[in-house]
């Protein structure tokens, strides 16, 4: 009776080993999906009016008018489009390129660096 019932106990063992490491990982890979650029998380208080206005300046779902006619279906609040400079720069850091400038490497210094006279 003593080896069944410690066959059993480690069998339950091992069953709760893999669900604690089944719940790991599953807690390893859900944060990648809630990161502060993507998701927003319910919060118990109102925000202050000006930090929603804000957050939904970053959520335009409209960020460009010119991309065919207007139908005036844009929020009250929308009333100004990004730059195209700032597009640009989007557009840059979606193809996975540099968008400021970071991406510029510094040159050589060109100054005094051959002349005799600037080494003594």
């Not at 069944?4 to 080993?17: D, E, I, P, Y």
């Not at 993507?38 to 991309?67: G, N, T």
């Not at 929308?78 to 557009?91: G, I, K, Q, T």
Request: charged share 20%.
């Amino acid at each position: 009776m003593g080896i069944l019932h410690q066959q059993t106990l480690h069998h339950g063992s091992s069953v709760k080993m893999l669900r604690a490491a089944l719940l790991l990982a599953l807690c390893l890979m859900m944060t990648g999906c809630t990161t502060p650029q993507f998701s927003r998380l319910p919060v118990a208080y109102p925000a202050h009016p000006m930090a929603e206005k804000r957050a939904f300046a970053i959520q335009d779902p409209l960020p460009v008018p010119d991309l065919g006619p207007e139908l005036g279906l844009r929020p009250r609040d929308y009333d100004r489009p990004r730059n195209s400079a700032r597009r640009a720069a989007e557009l840059r850091l979606l193809h996975g390129m540099q968008s400021g400038p970071e991406g510029i490497r510094p040159g050589v210094p060109r100054g005094g660096l051959y002349r005799r006279e600037a080494v003594r």
